[in-house]
């Protein structure tokens, strides 16, 4: 199975972004790819207003995303935005959202871990997703996860355990000091933690596509991946916008987890 991964750096406009969606598929589609996999956020780049344009994955914006899906018949996955309940205090909140669509495809998932690090606290304006989410793809079992997630092993073993062959982790990694090394430690360490391929697809640096940064907003490095199942990078990006193909072999993810069983090995420390 071929995937890839179009890292790209969206802005404000929903519309101009799906446009960007539009074109990146058909380059996917192009290079023979099954899956494209685009960012978090890429509906709308954080530091902008996510409440005004969140909608259900029913809504226009998605609906466009499946047809453009459908078109190249390809398997489509991006980040977006819907409504969420609000917060315990009444203000408005949307759910960080992976909608994945495409030929036998219809699934999303919200994300759980939320960004409330490195003096970025996403949830004062995003609801905290409750459930895991994967989808199949020809048979293939996909996880899904979304950026900060990369932090919790736990749910890239849940995925793994679940019959994943891959984990695919849209982000939009926010910028800093030592924040590019600590995406490629933490890609590689979920790969090997549960013996899968990871396809981390982030937001490029907006600089280098020309695009004004919002300060203080987590507007992506660049640096997308797509990791083997025994750690190994296998294409990498570099700050610009970039479309990543790699396939991706089912037979040796089970030959990874019968030469290094962490999974079987695992056993639950008690807690003292």
Same mark, same amino acid.
């Given at each position: 199975?071929?995937?890839?991964?179009?890292?790209?750096?969206?802005?404000?406009?929903?519309?101009?972004?799906?446009?960007?969606?539009?074109?990146?598929?058909?380059?996917?589609?192009?290079?023979?790819?099954?899956?494209?996999?685009?960012?978090?956020?890429?509906?709308?780049?954080?530091?902008?207003?996510?409440?005004?344009?969140?909608?259900?994955?029913?809504?226009?914006?998605?609906?466009?995303?499946?047809?453009? $899906?459908?078109?190249? !018949?390809?398997?489509?996955? /991006?980040?977006?935005?819907?409504?969420?309940? &609000? +917060?315990?205090? =009444?203000? @408005?909140?949307?759910?960080?959202?992976?909608?994945?669509?495409?030929?036998?495809?219809?699934?999303?998932?919200?994300?759980?871990?939320?960004?409330?690090?490195?003096?970025?606290?996403?949830?004062?304006?995003?609801?905290?997703?409750?459930?895991?989410?994967?989808?199949?793809?020809?048979?293939?079992?996909?996880?899904?996860?979304?950026?900060?997630?990369?932090?919790?092993?736990?749910?890239?073993?849940?995925?793994?355990?679940?019959?994943?062959?891959?984990?695919?982790?849209?982000?939009?990694?926010?910028?800093?000091?030592?924040?590019?090394?600590?995406?490629?430690?933490?890609?590689? $360490?979920?790969?090997? !933690?549960?013996?899968?391929? /990871?396809?981390?697809?982030?937001?490029?640096? &907006? +600089?280098?596509? =020309?695009? @004004?940064?919002?300060?203080?907003?987590?507007?992506?490095?660049?640096?997308?991946?797509?990791?083997?199942?025994?750690?190994?990078?296998?294409?990498?990006?570099?700050?610009?916008?970039?479309?990543?193909?790699?396939?991706?072999?089912?037979?040796?993810?089970?030959?990874?987890?019968?030469?290094?069983?962490?999974?079987?090995?695992?056993?639950?420390?008690?807690?003292?």
């Amino acid at each position: 199975m071929r995937i890839a991964a179009a890292q790209l750096v969206t802005g404000e406009d929903p519309q101009q972004n799906l446009e960007l969606v539009r074109e990146w598929t058909q380059r996917a589609a192009e290079a023979g790819a099954d899956v494209v996999v685009f960012p978090e956020a890429t509906q709308r780049a954080f530091g902008h207003s996510l409440t005004a344009i969140a909608e259900p994955t029913d809504g226009p914006w998605a609906t466009a995303v499946r047809e453009i $899906a459908s078109d190249h !018949d390809v398997v489509v996955v /991006v980040g977006m935005f819907t409504p969420a309940p &609000p +917060s315990d205090q =009444g203000r @408005e909140r949307v759910a960080n959202t992976l909608l994945a669509v495409g030929p036998g495809v219809e699934a999303s998932y919200d994300k759980i871990h939320l960004y409330d690090a490195f003096g970025f606290q996403e949830s004062a304006t995003v609801g905290p997703g409750e459930a895991p989410a994967r989808v199949d793809v020809d048979a293939a079992t996909f996880g899904l996860a979304t950026c900060y997630d990369i932090r919790f092993p736990d749910l890239f073993t849940a995925h793994a355990r679940a019959g994943a062959i891959a984990t695919i982790l849209p982000a939009s990694w926010g910028a800093g000091p030592g924040k590019v090394d600590q995406w490629r430690l933490l890609a590689r $360490a979920r790969a090997l !933690d549960s013996t899968q391929y /990871v396809i981390a697809c982030g937001q490029g640096l &907006p +600089s280098a596509a =020309g695009v @004004e940064p919002v300060d203080g907003a987590p507007t992506g490095v660049g640096h997308s991946m797509i990791i083997g199942p025994t750690g190994e990078v296998l294409a990498e990006a570099g700050e610009a916008p970039q479309l990543l193909v790699a396939d991706l072999d089912v037979d040796a993810v089970a030959s990874a987890r019968e030469r290094l069983p962490v999974l079987a090995n695992a056993r639950e420390i008690p807690q003292r």
